[in-house]
């Protein structure tokens, strides 16, 4: 009896031992195993992304510096109205219908993008061109420079306009467009008014709703039916209030604690991307996304280059004389000042005023829009000058078919 109990606790000892091992073992299989899949999803997210070589010449603008802890970053973003992969009909000649430079201050507290109208006649430099040739500089139209030069051109031209030296870009087709839509699981819009575009074949009904897929194109692609300011200019408005809701969905929780839905949206950006080699890799990618989350909605905001009609031809547009403040503030990496006047921000309504006032950096009430009631220290005059500044952006939102 006493030989049997001598061997029980020897048996007991093995048999932990032996427990404790496989699950060592397991732990060890399941972190191969995640980090096996981190790597391939790594791999695969980076693979996604095309990137070119550009030839963007030697007459480049100098890089200013400015103090902060990181350099400022500009970031052309254009739009390719590539159609393979939507039901979007029709052929065209490969052009950029939308483009815009993002810019990130150096102490990455501030970002705003500025949206180039396609209509604007330009003065285009001399291009390297698609089938090889130079094409010679000139008066032109400027979504022209993508169709004859791709991507380096573009780059070229708004370098040669703004004297704002280009560090990235980014190019992003409408498949790869809708894709992104769908994996934050669709975009809410208000549409003012029923639009039946008989002309790019768009129908959208009244009403606030979410769109997803071929719907959130048509409603970045109307140009005609939706509001009074049809054309380019109100189409840019609506792109860049679309834009700011899906930039606060994506750096919501709801996107980013959700490492399926997330997956999802990396899959279709990665996927649409033709950059720049220096900017075709994820970590420089998610540090982008990660600077504008650390950055705030209240922080990130959307304006138009000042412009006007170009006298030759009402069809077209030329940039305004104010528009040389708005390159100087963007090359010396300043706060956009009255220039963000109208701008649309993520997590606030087209036409709503910052409560700061006209600032490049509004501050949001606690719901999340601004609050347009007077402090305790503001006259009737400057009280009655707000409510009319508000009414008066409220109606050129609604002109340009958003919702107030």
Not at 129 to 146: C, M, R, S, V
Not at 196 to 205: A, E, M, Q, S, V
Not at 274 to 299: C, H, P, Y
Request: aromatic share 6%; net charge neutral; with cysteine.
């Amino acid at each position: 009896m006493s030989d049997v109990e001598t061997v029980r606790p020897e048996k007991g000892r093995s048999r932990r031992r032996r427990i404790l091992t496989r699950v060592a073992i397991g732990f060890l299989v399941l972190a191969l195993v995640v980090v096996g899949f981190l790597v391939f999803t790594y791999n695969k997210l980076e693979n996604n992304i095309n990137a070119i070589a550009p030839d963007l010449g030697d007459n480049r603008p100098a890089q200013v510096e400015v103090e902060g802890p990181e350099e400022p970053l500009n970031v052309l973003v254009m739009g390719s109205d590539d159609r393979s992969g939507t039901d979007i009909g029709g052929e065209t000649p490969g052009l950029s219908d939308t483009t815009m430079l993002l810019h990130l201050s150096a102490d990455r507290r501030r970002a705003y993008g500025v949206s180039l109208p396609r209509d604007l006649m330009v003065q285009r430099p001399a291009c390297p061109g698609k089938n090889g040739k130079t094409i010679p500089a000139g008066l032109t139209q400027f979504n022209e420079a993508y169709a004859d030069g791709g991507p380096a051109c573009t780059v070229r031209t708004v370098e040669a306009i703004t004297k704002v030296r280009i560090d990235h870009f980014v190019v992003i087709n409408f498949a790869g467009f809708k894709d992104m839509v769908n994996a934050v699981d669709g975009v809410k819009v208000c549409v003012p008014n029923e639009v039946n575009d008989t002309i790019g074949n768009i129908y959208l009904p009244a009403g606030t709703y979410k769109v997803n897929g071929n719907q959130a194109l048509d409603y970045v692609r109307v140009r005609h039916g939706l509001g009074l300011e049809n054309g380019d200019i109100g189409r840019m408005k609506r792109q860049q209030a679309f834009i700011a809701a899906m930039v606060a969905k994506v750096v919501s929780r709801g996107t980013l604690a959700n490492p399926l839905r997330l997956y999802r949206f990396l899959d279709a950006a990665t996927s649409s991307l033709t950059t720049d080699r220096g900017f075709a890799k994820l970590r420089e990618l998610v540090s982008l996304g990660t600077s504008l989350q650390d950055i705030g909605l209240d922080n990130i905001a959307f304006v138009t280059v000042p412009n006007e009609e170009y006298q030759p031809d009402p069809n077209r547009l030329q940039l305004a004389p104010e528009a040389t403040g708005l390159w100087r503030k963007i090359r010396f990496d300043k706060a956009l000042g009255s220039y963000g006047a109208d701008a649309l921000v993520p997590g606030r309504k087209p036409g709503e005023l910052p409560t700061d006032g006209a600032s490049g950096s509004p501050s949001a009430s606690p719901s999340g829009s601004a609050s347009a009631s007077p402090s305790p220290t503001t006259t009737p005059d400057q009280a009655a000058a707000r409510a009319a500044a508000e009414a008066a952006r409220k109606q050129a939102a609604e002109d340009a078919g958003l919702c107030a």
